[in-house]
């Protein structure tokens, strides 16, 4: 499908009515920002509903890691549909839960053997390394970030650090949560433990290797290694929430081997099955001593799912990961060409398709043109997403085309002109 091709106004008059229909009845909590009313798409182009594609860099929040519908993913969800939607790994076993947790567990950092927990999302992901941590440890404290987004539920919102809206009258909290500036240096750590934070206490460190809703922030080279040196001091597990970075996104498969650490629990979801639910958590083995019972999922590690994800897995690693390298690389020297260029843009920055850049006003971080040139976009037919305080991410699938990045770059410089 060639994109973008605009035929009506936006939004045209179906998307308007289904808008129409929407707004009596769906949660106003969601935050869309401009009237898209998606139908159907193919890799990194998306049709409405009135027949407008669009060129598509939000992949669905980093989620259709192989972009929309491949036939591939498509084939395996049919074929495992017509056998087996659901049986619950909870109480029984099948085949391709087995296979994707051996998978994962061959595919994750570090050498020593590794244990699998599946979830649906990527809070219920970090709620299970949450629990896991405390339970493991014995220990009533954990340490997470300025900055950060683990998701909404209570324990994952107790640890996000990036809106205070996201916390807003939703206390209490989840208690003997501390928090430390991303990118901070080790003194940061002594500070904290000499202060407020007895060391011997701390369960665990959940950190973004790159921080997604903050802002696609990449720490400099020393942080995760000084992170991973205070856990080993402490007997301090680590915890790599890699559900919007991982699966090849960065140009590896995680973010976190760009920084040479091999972390104790990582947590992955968004991109895992290319749209269908499902979170993993992969521990080494050693660490998930839970007893039966002790936590579970009806849906976690659905048959369905984990077919998406084995589809998946095969794609990224036959030919997407080397394809987010190269893409990554033009769209980075596309985003310094325009910061050169454009006074409203500053501080092109990322790792392979996982890239941002902010929208300034002078020297002032401007949410409002960030907005407004986002919106722009979308009237030229071009999906983005912001992210930190005015930052615009370029999350495309893994899919993405030399063409599309190169239209996709130009029609940001027409907006900013
Ligand atoms: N962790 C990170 C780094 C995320 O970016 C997100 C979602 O954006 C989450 C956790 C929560 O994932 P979910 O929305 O699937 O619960």
Not at 1 to 23: N, Q, V, Y
Not at 89 to 100: A, K, N, R, V
Not at 195 to 203: G, H, S
Not at 224 to 250: F, K
Request: charged share 20%; glycine share 10%.
């Amino acid at each position: 499908m060639d994109a973008p091709r605009l035929l009506t106004a936006l939004p045209g008059p179906k998307a308007a009515e289904w808008i129409a229909r929407d707004l009596r009845v769906i949660s106003p909590s969601y935050t869309r920002g401009y009237p898209l009313v998606a139908s159907h798409g193919a890799g990194c182009v998306l049709e409405d509903v009135d027949g407008n594609r669009f060129l598509d860099f939000t992949a669905g929040i980093a989620v259709n890691a192989t972009g929309h519908s491949h036939p591939e993913v498509v084939e395996a969800i049919v074929d495992q549909a017509a056998k087996l939607i659901h049986m619950s790994g909870t109480d029984f076993y099948y085949g391709p839960e087995i296979e994707l947790a051996e998978r994962l567990a061959a595919l994750a950092p570090g050498s020593e053997p590794k244990k699998v927990f599946f979830a649906n999302s990527g809070a219920e992901t970090i709620e299970a390394a949450l629990k896991l941590a405390h339970h493991h440890t014995g220990r009533q404290r954990v340490i997470s970030c300025y900055g950060a987004f683990h998701g909404r539920t209570y324990g994952a919102m107790s640890l996000g650090g990036s809106k205070a809206l996201h916390q807003h009258g939703f206390g209490p909290l989840l208690s003997g949560v501390h928090r430390i500036h991303f990118d901070c240096p080790a003194e940061e750590f002594d500070e904290l433990f000499s202060t407020v934070c007895p060391p011997d206490e701390v369960a665990a460190i959940f950190i973004e290797p790159i921080q997604g809703e903050g802002g696609y922030r990449v720490p400099s080279p020393g942080f995760l290694p000084i992170v991973r040196e205070v856990c080993d001091r402490h007997n301090i597990l680590l915890v790599a929430d890699e559900v919007q970075s991982g699966m090849g996104r960065t140009g590896k498969m995680f973010a976190i081997e760009h920084f040479g650490v091999v972390p104790d629990m990582l947590c992955l979801a968004k991109g895992i099955a290319s749209g269908l639910p499902l979170g993993a958590l992969i521990t080494r083995a050693n660490i998930m001593d839970w007893p039966p019972g002790s936590h579970a999922s009806t849906f976690g590690g659905n048959p369905v799912s984990c077919r998406a994800a084995l589809a998946t897995f095969d794609l990224i690693e036959r030919q997407y990961m080397a394809n987010a390298v190269a893409r990554g690389e033009q769209l980075a020297a596309g985003l310094a060409e325009l910061a050169e260029r454009c006074p409203e843009f500053t501080r092109p920055r990322g790792l392979g398709l996982m890239r941002a850049i902010d929208v300034v006003e002078g020297d002032r971080p401007s949410p409002e043109l960030r907005n407004a040139f986002v919106d722009a976009c979308f009237h030229r037919g071009l999906l983005l997403l912001g992210c930190g305080t005015s930052g615009i991410r370029f999350c495309p699938a893994l899919c993405v085309t030399a063409e599309q990045v190169a239209a996709a770059l130009a029609i940001l410089g027409e907006v900013a002109t």
